[in-house]
């Protein structure tokens, strides 16, 4: 996949790792939207996945498609089990968190701390390569605490891909590994796009993608100008809407109007699958509030899928209530407009 686009151009539309909203519910609905961005799991710890629940961790439904699994861990022969495991669940990558600051992740020496030991991931990659029959990718930051970018970025990059690692997808942004909670580690320190696309520059040969703060398609478009590929990780999710536009403006597809009322009715069918499975229909619908951002009714829409859903008994047709208050046609116009 990777190196087919760096051969041809093609240019790469993904949806960032998000502990606890990007699920395989939440996958299930952006695909409904894009046929073609790439799909991220939430992280999972190799550990988890060598001891824990894995078809519970790992399963996801086949319209997925391309979807990637993002594991966490520093020890490479873990990393590398956990991908021997994981190739039984048909992911199309497989990608190494370097990049998230939560203590929990610090505490187990993975995540955006292993900036700090560029050999070491580098390790990882190697014993994850051994084993990996599909791409295997980094994501990281420019850099954490103290570091200089332009000092570490290079070499961290030069190592990473040395070590064989098909892509490498840069969060814009370093990391503060004491006094900022994940959330701050996502606002405060500054955006710099320019030392990712000089990484890209520098590298035409390496697959880059830049994350961090793209709040649209205009401005993800013009990052494709230099870079391979553009990660959106909030506003793919609060604004799931903008998923719809991605395979024309971004990936230059053919145009296709949403289907709206396709897109209800394949929701509905996925909560009646999920909860005869013994899901919750909150399961799939709390990912959906941000649908329809502008459309007249949008705040009625949301306040249903806020309330209903929990509600005793509640089933797919909650789904059907949300949608009929809001002025789809109305909204397809201005979408357009
Ligand atoms: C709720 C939430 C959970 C996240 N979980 C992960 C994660 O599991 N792995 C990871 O690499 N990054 C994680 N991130 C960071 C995102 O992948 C992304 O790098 C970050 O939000 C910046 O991109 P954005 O400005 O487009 O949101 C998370 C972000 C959010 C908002």
Redesign the pocket.
Known sequence: MYAEALKTGRKIFAV??????TDRHCRYLHRQLTAHALLYT??IVADAIIHGPRERLLSYSPEEHPVAL?LGGSDPAKLAEAVRIASDFGYDEINL?V??PSDRVQSGTFGACLMKTPELVAECVVAMKRVATVPVTV?CRIGVDEQEPEAVLPDFLSRVVGAGADAVWI?ARKAWLQGLSPKEN?EIPPLDYEIVHRMKRENPDVFLGI????TDLDRAARHLTVMDGV?????AYQNAGLLAEVDERVLGEAHREPDWLELRDAMMAYADRVIASGGRLNQVTRHMVGLFQGFAGARRYRQILSTEPTKPGAGPEVIGAAFAVVDLDAGAKQQAG
């Open positions: 960032a790792p998000m502990i606890d909203w939430e992280m993002q968190n990049g998230c994501k969060h996502r994350n961090g703060g793209i990660m959106l990780g909030r506003a």
